[in-house]
């Protein structure tokens, strides 16, 4: 079945370093991946997302790209703010045909905290 | 405008007990979704609902598990005879319909804890 791996946190940083979180997907068909964040006390969401391949999702200074080849959706960001700290969800929700159709099957997750 | 809301934010049990969880999707989604949340599977999905039927049941880890949704909006998740296993967070999503590229946006969650 469709799944999305992550890699493995936590991920501590100081401020203003490069953050790179690794995801890799399997899927049938032609899924959409998302990175979803959730900050501490608060819920799930979005934080960018792409629907197909070579597609760059951007947000909030956040990147990822779509690459089909690899199968990845790595997420980066070139400086970190303290506030980015929370823990990040990368996901895949697979087209017609794909086990994962009309849901979202995340990654692990991964941890990251921004020190000053 | 208002988010997904969800009831109880915070609901202990005792083993045995059945529970009831509800959620509120946003007003004029068609597609609203379950999730759980547990330190050993982290999220996981159990059921979906396209207005009022559920094409995907196949998420639910037991019979003890099921869910309705009425008049296209208020779902509630029923688990019958609770598990110490069964205590996480269950997530409720909604979005505009079920198409892979619309965002689903999640509730704040209701913590389950079974004693």
């Known amino acids: 079945g469709d799944s999305v791996t992550q890699m493995e946190g936590p991920v501590t940083l100081s401020e203003e370093a490069f953050l790179t979180i690794n995801c890799t997907y399997t899927?049938?068909?032609?899924?959409?991946l998302f990175w979803y964040v959730q900050y501490p006390g608060e819920g799930l969401q979005l934080l960018l997302k792409?629907?197909?391949?070579?597609d760059k999702g951007s947000n909030k200074g956040f990147e990822a790209t779509y690459r089909k080849e690899t199968t990845s959706f790595h997420l980066e960001k070139g400086s970190v703010q303290v506030s980015d700290s929370a823990v990040y969800f990368c996901?895949?929700?697979?087209?017609?045909?794909?086990?994962?159709?009309?849901?979202?099957?995340f990654g692990q997750g991964t941890i990251l905290t921004v020190h000053p | 405008g208002a988010g997904v809301s969800q009831s109880p934010s915070n609901k202990v049990t005792e083993k045995g007990k059945d529970v009831e969880l509800r959620c509120d999707p946003i007003?004029?989604?068609?597609?609203l979704y379950w999730y759980r949340q547990s330190l050993g599977q982290g999220l996981e999905f159990l059921i979906y609902?396209?207005?009022?039927?559920?094409?995907?049941k196949s998420g639910l880890p037991s019979d003890r598990f099921s869910a309705e949704r009425t008049g296209g909006s208020v779902s509630t998740l029923t688990i019958q005879r609770t598990q110490q296993e069964d205590s996480a967070v269950y997530l409720c999503?909604?979005?505009?319909?079920?198409?892979?590229?619309?965002?689903?946006?999640f509730g704040p969650g209701t913590r389950l804890t079974v004693t």
């Open positions: 996901a895949l929700s697979a087209g017609a045909g794909g086990t994962s159709y009309g849901k979202l099957t």
């Open positions: 999503a909604s979005s505009l319909e079920v198409l892979v590229s619309y965002e689903q946006y």
């Open positions: 899927a049938t068909g032609y899924p959409s």
């Open positions: 609902f396209q207005g009022n039927s559920a094409p995907d």
């Open positions: 007003s004029g989604h068609t597609a």
């Open positions: 792409a629907t197909k391949a070579d």
